[in-house]
């Protein structure tokens, strides 16, 4: 080796960095992502882990009978395997029911979390609702941040009117309850997931929105901007490349805190019966489901316990581990919190 | 201050405008013939929906329809509700106490155990009472109201028979529908006391716990949040180490000095929080039984009633900008260092 590389500071990989340590030493975020990790795999294996209870209509989508599933979907080599990972067919996610009765039976071998009331399986339910909760989460806080990146960007890019304009319908959005909001929204639009998480991005962008162009507009005032203007940048060079890039640090941060509300807003709304269609994979729906049993079951309230105990708390531990991290993100992120 | 005051209350109207503006703008989704509904006083008028849609400009442009609109309730006329079958204002005159009842009651518990949990978590920074609060506080806040309700339901209600649901006991429920008891408030507490009947206070405070308990464990992680970290900045600040230099107890420190400090940011999240408690408890209220504003408007807003959704909105955008101007005004006698100018 020689002294001029010994000379040269190595470069540091990301998993270096002080930031990443602080994060990796926080027993909470290690706990969340232990969370997540587990979510996540559930929601991705969730074929292979219900291979032997997928509805007919799931399995005539797929392409397969019945009494292949199993060994197919639990098979990486099989080309299949991969497709119903990745891109599994829509009335996958349906809730396969076992008889029409409003009773619901304990669990049992075949059914180890038990049927809520309509022959719904619960661990079906469980299982794929991972995959709709990462899917609302994730997809609804970009869409959010999208729309927040265009109306804070257009704010505090070009000010003066249209700033004020914006900035005044961030208000009235933002002195609107969200759940009463959203559930207008969701009620116009009418009853299907991507409806209700439509709704949910409309009423959530106006905090993103505000956050962003109170960043944009520290950054503009930066000399380096004015010495990238100088250099003849042109407006979107300088938004994309400068401005944006050093600016958006705060609005990842709030979302990484925000998912968890995000997937709490949409259960609830599956709670009232504004989400995704009766029967679909949806957690607050599957609570729904139980409503009836808790507060009349006829003198044995816990008897019936595994049709909201499930479902409530795959909703709460996934809202904990998006939380946990979050936290996390934002106190490894945030050089006050040290 | 009094032109801060004059002033922020002149802007107010500009906001509820706005907000029915937006909420209006909304119902353009809708055929000429839904929002025809929202126009109707009675089941009657509800039949004859053409002559509704000739007469309030239904089938013209956005702004003669919103001026329309605007003019009916400027005479206090905010629609007909499907779900309640009865004028939106005399619902939300019914149902209000019951909703104010309840957020009265929700609002200082969680405040006060928010103040607490954060206090002793900054004074004990990093030990094992700091880790618990926050772990403590962390599981609330990831818990959705209505799944909380829904535990403590089951357990407290179902198995230990505990508090009941409800605002009161059945029997007192009958007894008010009789009549016998003179309705002064709405309140179900203070109405007992105006009575002179105890057992009616009482009822009503048992039926309480279980909305409280939710509500405090769910909400309460917020303050806890925004105390602990503005109380360790002020632990840190020159004039802490000056207490303590001169030998005050602890304990005075860190109550007088430091949190009377800290808790300012408190302020502005306290004030949001009663605001939207009206809407925070729209859970408990349908989950524990209580005929306030949430148990209609939900069901409302399922079966697209307008009139009630805009009557809400409306209600609670008001009380959502009044919480914002008590909590500016309060800043400015807390802190007199912010001037209103």
Redesign the interface.
């Known amino acids: 080796m020689s002294s001029a590389d010994a000379l040269k500071p190595r470069q540091e990989r990301w998993y270096q960095s002080k930031r990443f340590r602080r994060f990796r030493r926080n027993p ?1 975020a290690v706990v969340g992502v232990v969370i997540l990790v587990f979510f996540a795999t559930m929601a991705l294996m969730a074929p292979s882990l219900t291979a032997d209870r997928l509805g007919r209509a799931c399995l005539r989508d797929l392409g397969l009978g019945r009494s292949q599933a199993r060994a197919v979907l639990h098979s990486p080599l099989n080309a299949h395997f991969w497709r119903a990972m990745f891109a599994p067919p829509k009335s996958c996610y349906s809730i396969p029911r076992v008889g029409y009765s409003p009773r619901p039976k304990p669990p049992s071998k075949k059914y180890p979390m038990g049927i809520a009331s309509g022959g719904y399986d619960i661990f079906y339910g469980i299982v794929w609702g991972a995959r709709t909760s990462f899917y609302i989460g994730v997809l609804v806080v970009g869409v959010v941040m999208l729309i927040a990146t265009a109306v804070g960007g257009a704010a505090g890019l070009f000010g003066g009117w249209l700033d004020n304009l914006l900035m ?1 319908l961030v ?3 933002y ?3 969200s ?3 959203a ?3 969701a ?3 009418g009853r299907g997931l991507t409806k209700t998480m439509i709704a949910i991005a409309l009423v959530a962008w106006p905090i993103y929105a505000r956050m962003l162009r109170g960043n944009i507009l520290q950054v503009k005032a930066q000399d380096y901007i004015s010495a990238a203007h100088a250099l003849g940048a042109g407006n979107l060079r300088l938004f994309f490349k400068h401005i944006l890039p050093n600016s958006i640090g705060p609005m990842i941060i709030l979302a990484s805190l925000d998912i ?1 509300a995000i997937v ?1 807003t949409a ?2 709304l599956a ?4 989400g995704a269609d009766v029967g679909y994979a949806d957690w607050g729906q599957m ?1 729904s489901f ?2 009836s049993w ?2 009349n ?1 006829g003198g044995e ?2 008897k019936y ?1 595994f049709v ?1 105990f499930w479902p ?1 708390m795959a ?2 531990m996934f ?2 581990g998006w ?2 991290m979050g ?1 996390a993100v934002r106190d490894a992120l945030d050089p006050r ?1 040290q | 201050m009094t032109t801060f005051i004059v002033r922020r209350l002149l802007q107010l109207p500009v906001v509820l405008l706005a907000i029915s503006l937006v909420i209006f703008g909304m119902m353009q989704f809708l055929s000429p013939t839904e929002r025809a509904a929202t126009y109707a006083k009675s089941e009657q008028q509800a039949q004859h929906l053409d002559a509704i849609i000739r007469q309030y400009n239904l089938d013209k442009g956005f702004l003669v329809q919103y001026g329309t609109w605007l003019k009916q309730v400027l005479h206090g006329n905010l629609g007909f509700s499907k779900q309640s079958h009865e004028p939106v204002l005399t619902t939300i005159r019914k149902r209000l106490p019951v909703s104010a009842e309840l957020a009265l009651y929700l609002f200082f518990p969680t405040l006060a155990f928010g103040i607490w949990m954060g206090t002793m978590a900054a004074i004990h920074r990093d030990k094992l009472i700091d880790q618990i609060v926050r772990v403590f506080a962390i599981i609330g806040w990831s818990l959705p109201t209505y799944v909380m309700a829904i535990w403590l339901l089951a357990v407290l209600f179902g198995q230990l028979h505990c508090c009941g649901i409800g605002r009161v006991d059945d029997a007192i429920a009958v007894q008010i529908a009789e009549g016998k008891l003179k309705t002064y408030t709405g309140m179900i507490t203070l109405d007992g006391i105006l009575n002179g009947r105890w057992d009616v206070t009482l009822s009503g405070l048992k039926h309480l716990v279980m909305p409280v308990i939710t509500y405090t464990f769910v909400a309460s992680a917020q303050i806890m949040r925004v105390l602990r970290s503005s109380m360790l900045d002020v632990l840190n600040s020159d004039y802490v180490r000056t207490a303590r230099a001169k030998g005050l107890p602890e304990s005075v420190v860190n109550i007088k000095h430091a949190r009377r400090n800290a808790i300012i940011p408190i302020i502005t999240i306290a004030g949001l929080m009663f605001a939207f408690l009206l809407e925070g408890s729209f859970f408990i209220e349908i989950i524990f039984n209580f005929h306030g504003l949430g148990q209609w408007s939900v069901p409302a807003a399922v079966q697209l009633d307008f009139p009630a959704v805009i009557g809400i909105a409306l209600l609670v955008g008001f009380s959502v900008s009044v919480a914002n101007l008590i909590v500016d005004i309060l800043y400015g006698i807390v802190d007199p260092r912010i001037s209103f100018q």
């Open positions: 909470l005044r208000d009235v959005v002195s609107i309850p759940l009463v909001l559930m207008v929204f009620s116009i639009f968890g709490i259960s609830t709670f009232l019966g504004l609570i139980a409503r808790i507060s079951p309230p816990l316990w909201w409530s909703i709460a809202v904990l939380n946990l936290d919190s």
